[in-house]
């Protein structure tokens, strides 16, 4: 009986430019070769698995977990983003797993109650080093995951780690080493990590529009005076003149999501055909981004993404939720700084120790990190835990 083959490996289906599996920079602790998938498959499963991935199903997007069941979360605009950035990953050549990869990872730092909690977190973390979600994120994957016995994190791959640090100070890029020299040098992630970071802006620019039909925050006639809307728009009601208002959104947003992924493609292809990178190393030297939008197309994102800025993201509603939401992290790190015993005891542990190493800064990081762990239902809960009298603890 003849002895069973390693499939064949993938690199012969990639562009030069890809990142190859074979040509990783590795992963912080070495580890066997993983066998029968490559070095971002793994990545990818271990994200997949983490305890971070799974409480993203009940962290806001825009709208309150609780506000309504079909609203986004950060797990399905994980999912979005990566289906995006797949198409586009697999029509340039790139390294789908890692594509992947970062997509489904780049959230994971993200706190409670969106962009909202995220503010509310800095400005309590000011004094302390200040609070990044992208940072957040890497340390989410590089510290704080407990999994493996022979390391703390998910040890994951240079590639994917660069992926998913996406915006980082120069006053943190520094404290990163190899990680952070591209943004102390101007330079460029790898292309799967561009791709994913402009995946991630064409799912939430689309998909809030659609929360926001169903949030009543929106109507289809405020919407047409956006050209990508409209445009869209009236070809499906000229085509369908009696689809139900449901189906015409649904079919809208697909179709605006179609001809900017397409758009994101064909620039991004014609980009790489004239500067004919030989490499990922020549993707990072670099000073501008190769995946982009045509001119157009970008503008009219723009356009999109300034109409949502004004009608859902500054509307009212939102306004008052997000004004909830800040009051309750910021009472929420007030309370646990000043009384760790007050969280749970591996948390309260570790923000002992933490202080023991590193001072008020080690313990104020620590509070974050839990802070920054949690859903959206968890911190009301524990909020009402520490402050409302009746509540039982």
Same mark, same amino acid.
């Given at each position: 009986?003849?002895?069973?083959?390693?499939?064949?490996?993938?690199?012969?289906?990639?562009?030069?430019?890809?990142?190859?599996?074979?040509?990783?920079?590795?992963?912080?602790?070495?580890?066997?070769?993983?066998?029968?998938?490559?070095?971002?498959?793994?990545?990818?499963?271990?994200?997949?698995?983490?305890?971070?991935?799974?409480?993203?199903?009940?962290?806001?997007?825009?709208?309150?977990?609780?506000?309504?069941?079909?609203?986004?979360?950060?797990?399905?605009?994980?999912?979005?983003?990566?289906?995006?950035?797949?198409?586009?990953?697999?029509?340039?050549?790139?390294?789908?797993?890692?594509?992947?990869?970062?997509?489904?990872?780049?959230?994971?730092?993200?706190?409670?109650?969106?962009?909202?909690?995220?503010?509310?977190?800095?400005?309590?973390?000011?004094?302390?080093?200040?609070?990044?979600?992208?940072?957040?994120?890497?340390?989410?994957?590089?510290?704080?995951?407990?999994?493996?016995?022979?390391?703390?994190?998910?040890?994951?791959?240079?590639?994917?780690?660069?992926?998913?640090?996406?915006?980082?100070?120069?006053?943190?890029?520094?404290?990163?080493?190899?990680?952070?020299?591209?943004?102390?040098?101007?330079?460029?992630?790898?292309?799967?990590?561009?791709?994913?970071?402009?995946?991630?802006?064409?799912?939430?620019? @689309? &998909?809030? /529009?659609? +929360?926001? #039909? !169903?949030?009543?925050?929106?109507? *289809? =006639?405020? $919407?047409?005076?956006?050209?990508?809307?409209?445009?869209?728009?009236?070809?499906?009601?000229?085509?369908?003149?009696?689809?139900?208002?449901?189906?015409?959104?649904?079919?809208?947003?697909?179709?605006?999501? @179609? &001809?900017? /992924?397409? +758009?994101? #493609? !064909?620039?991004?292809?014609?980009? *790489? =055909?004239? $500067?004919?990178?030989?490499?990922?190393?020549?993707?990072?030297?670099?000073?501008?981004?190769?995946?982009?939008?045509?001119?157009?197309?970008?503008?009219?994102?723009?356009?999109?993404?300034?109409?949502?800025?004004? &009608?859902?993201?500054?509307?009212?509603?939102?306004?008052?939720?997000?004004?909830? =939401?800040?009051?309750?992290?910021?009472?929420?790190?007030?309370?646990?700084?000043?009384?760790?015993?007050?969280?749970?005891?591996?948390?309260?542990?570790?923000?002992?120790?933490?202080?023991?190493?590193?001072?008020?800064?080690?313990?104020?990081?620590?509070?974050?990190?839990?802070?920054?762990?949690?859903?959206?239902?968890?911190?009301?809960?524990?909020?009402?835990?520490?402050?409302?009298?009746?509540?039982?603890?």
């Amino acid at each position: 009986m003849s002895a069973v083959k390693d499939p064949p490996a993938p690199a012969a289906t990639l562009a030069p430019y890809a990142a190859h599996d074979e040509q990783s920079h590795g992963r912080r602790y070495p580890e066997p070769k993983p066998e029968f998938r490559g070095e971002f498959q793994r990545d990818r499963d271990r994200i997949i698995h983490s305890n971070a991935f799974r409480r993203l199903v009940y962290k806001t997007q825009v709208f309150v977990n609780h506000e309504g069941d079909l609203y986004r979360t950060r797990v399905t605009h994980s999912i979005e983003v990566a289906q995006i950035a797949r198409s586009v990953a697999l029509a340039l050549g790139l390294n789908e797993a890692l594509t992947e990869a970062i997509c489904l990872a780049h959230d994971l730092g993200h706190t409670p109650f969106g962009h909202a909690g995220q503010d509310a977190l800095n400005d309590c973390m000011r004094e302390y080093g200040g609070f990044e979600h992208n940072l957040q994120s890497l340390r989410v994957v590089d510290e704080l995951e407990e999994r493996y016995a022979e390391f703390d994190g998910l040890n994951l791959t240079f590639e994917c780690r660069e992926g998913i640090l996406k915006h980082c100070s120069l006053h943190n890029a520094r404290e990163l080493g190899e990680l952070g020299e591209r943004f102390i040098k101007r330079r460029q992630p790898g292309l799967e990590a561009q791709v994913a970071n402009l995946a991630d802006e064409i799912a939430y620019n @689309n &998909h809030d /529009v659609d +929360d926001g #039909i !169903r949030a009543q925050l929106l109507d *289809l =006639a405020a $919407l047409r005076e956006v050209r990508t809307f409209r445009r869209q728009h009236d070809a499906v009601v000229a085509r369908y003149p009696a689809l139900s208002e449901r189906r015409l959104v649904h079919e809208t947003i697909r179709r605006m999501i @179609n &001809h900017i /992924v397409v +758009d994101f #493609i !064909r620039t991004t292809a014609a980009q *790489l =055909a004239q $500067l004919q990178p030989r490499s990922i190393e020549e993707v990072r030297a670099h000073s501008q981004t190769l995946a982009v939008l045509s001119d157009e197309c970008r503008e009219e994102h723009l356009e999109l993404k300034a109409f949502l800025r004004e &009608h859902v993201y500054r509307h009212y509603k939102v306004l008052r939720m997000t004004s909830k =939401a800040r009051r309750v992290l910021q009472q929420l790190f007030e309370g646990f700084f000043k009384d760790v015993s007050l969280m749970p005891g591996e948390h309260r542990d570790q923000a002992l120790q933490a202080e023991s190493s590193h001072g008020s800064a080690g313990r104020a990081r620590a509070v974050a990190d839990y802070i920054a762990g949690m859903t959206d239902r968890y911190a009301i809960l524990e909020h009402r835990r520490l402050f409302e009298p009746a509540e039982r603890t």
